[in-house]
Nanobody
């Protein structure tokens, strides 16, 4: 069992930056691939970024590539999403997720655990 607790997020102007964090309980954090997904009002939960269990592989959605950076600290059981050059279309509820099967994942359906979600609002 893994519990994911998110922090960060909020309201920022276009072009600004925010940092999301996700803290995991338990001793097996390094056995989980981690990911970030987002859900805008009236839309499905979309992939944003993912990082492998060791942190040596990362994936990004095309819409955030070059602007967002995912990282993890297995000693502190945390994963972060640094979001720069934010755009109004980045506005959504952001969720961190953990997956115990593959080395890295990009499908929301593959997540075994979810964080509680945090609102990110980018004003124009």
């Amino acid at each position: 069992q893994v519990q994911l607790v998110q922090s960060g997020g909020g309201l920022v102007q276009a072009g600004g930056s925010l940092r999301l964090s996700c803290a995991a309980s338990g001793r097996t954090f390094s056995s989980y691939a981690m990911g970030w997904f987002r859900q805008a009002p009236g839309k499905g939960r979309d992939f944003v970024s993912a990082i492998s269990r060791s942190g040596d592989m990362t994936l990004y959605a095309d819409s955030v590539k070059g602007r967002f950076t995912i990282s993890r600290d297995n000693a502190k059981n945390t994963v972060h999403l640094q979001m720069d050059s934010l755009k109004p279309e980045d506005t959504a509820v952001y969720y961190c997720a953990a997956h115990s099967g593959y080395e890295i994942f990009a499908l929301a359906a593959a997540a075994d655990y979810w964080g509680q979600g945090t609102q990110v609002t980018v004003s124009s």
